[in-house]
């Protein structure tokens, strides 16, 4: 009959695989960790706080000269000669076009002969003057004959004083046929051609002087009254995307355009660091709308519904150190929920960075690398942030 072993002995391949498993689990825990699987921080999607009530409006515009005069010549005439394009640069002074000077060369011609006939006439008066007054010494004519040569010595000089203002005026009307351009610049729009007759004053050309630039905007009527002069904002040029620069409203116009029903306003900007062009095309950004505060004076902000969470019956959301990439609570009073948003009241500026997405998966005082929606790393201006 077969025996089984006492307890108390064990079988000999059951005790070496025991002992053999009893060796592993000393040696595993004196071996140190491999830090070499330590994960790196986990991405966290960040934002912006929004202002509640605020919103980033785009209006499309075109670079302009902070001075754009509208030339036009001073007297009427049959165009002769155009001598700028559209686009064209000029200097000051330089010849833009040309009116036909025949007639006023004549004009100019016969103010001169009125004005030499003026001059002899008042060299005679003069001359006769002086014989009357030695005449009227020596007791030889009377009073009366005296002042009627007096007179017309007098008659004499006002006539050749008309004479020489008429013959200014028809020599400026005579170069008066060629318009010049008033300052360096560009020649922005042109509307008139050899061979048409223009009237004085008839706009001929749009200069885009040289110097400040500025944007030009349209309005929606139901969205000036949101819009201020000195009211900032930024620009992009559509030839330079992504590298916008500050600039501020000048100008708004007091009335809105006919049929357009918008309102034009003019967008100032520093140019040595823009180096815009005039007709360029731009984007102008700028924040509408009005905040509404608490009784303390915090003004409402707008955050991702995502990133509203709650521990303890006390919403909070998780705010971003910018010098260590961790994250700490940051206690908000919810006002109201929108669809994708909510309106809450909290310490926080618009300069702040929140987690927007996975707020369940961090904790307080974790370490992150902060990305965008699109997973792009957002730099900061400090080390840890060049480290990732």
Known sequence: ??????????????????????AALVLSACTPPDTSAIKPPRPAIVVH??????????????????????????????VTRRLVEAGDRVKRGQSLAELDSEDLLLQRDAAHAQLQAAETEKRNAANE????????????????????????????????????????????????????????????????????????GQAAFVLAADGEREVRIDIPEQQVDQFAVGQPVNIELWSNPGTPFAGQVREISPAAEAGLRTFE?????????????????????????????????????????????????????????????????????????????????????????IVAAGTQLVSEGQQVRPVDRRNRPIELENSVAKSF
């Not at 009959?1 to 009893?22: D, E, Q, S, V």
């Not at 004499?156 to 008429?166: F, H, P, Y």
Request: aromatic share 8%; proline share 6%; net charge positive.
């Open 1 to 22: 009959m077969y025996r089984f072993p006492p307890p108390h002995i064990a079988h000999p391949k059951r005790f070496l695989r025991l002992a053999g498993l009893i």
């Open 49 to 78: 706080p929004v202002v509640a009530g605020e919103q980033l409006a785009v209006y499309p515009g075109e670079v302009r000269a902070r001075h754009e005069p509208t030339l036009a010549f001073r007297v009427g005439g049959a």
């Open 129 to 200: 003057l002086t014989r009357y007054r030695e005449l009227l010494a020596r007791k030889l004519i009377g009073e009366s004959q005296f002042d009627v040569v007096h007179t017309r010595h007098e008659t004499s000089i006002a006539q050749l004083e008309r004479a020489r203002a008429q013959w200014k005026v028809a020599s400026n009307q005579a170069d008066y046929t060629v318009l010049k351009a008033p300052r360096d610049g560009v020649i922005a729009r042109r509307m008139i051609d050899a061979g048409q007759v223009v009237s004085a």
């Open 265 to 353: 306003a003019r967008v100032a900007f520093d140019n040595n660091a823009a180096n815009a062009q005039p007709g360029q095309s731009a984007r102008v950004f700028a924040r509408t709308g009005f905040a509404e505060k608490s009784a303390a004076g915090h003004p409402s902000i707008q955050l991702p519904m995502a990133a509203i969470t709650a521990d303890e019956n006390q919403a909070h959301v998780w705010k971003l150190d910018p010098e260590k990439f961790t994250l700490h609570k940051a206690s908000v009073r919810v006002i109201r929920f929108g669809e994708d948003t909510a309106e809450v009241i909290a310490d926080l500026t618009p300069q702040d960075w």
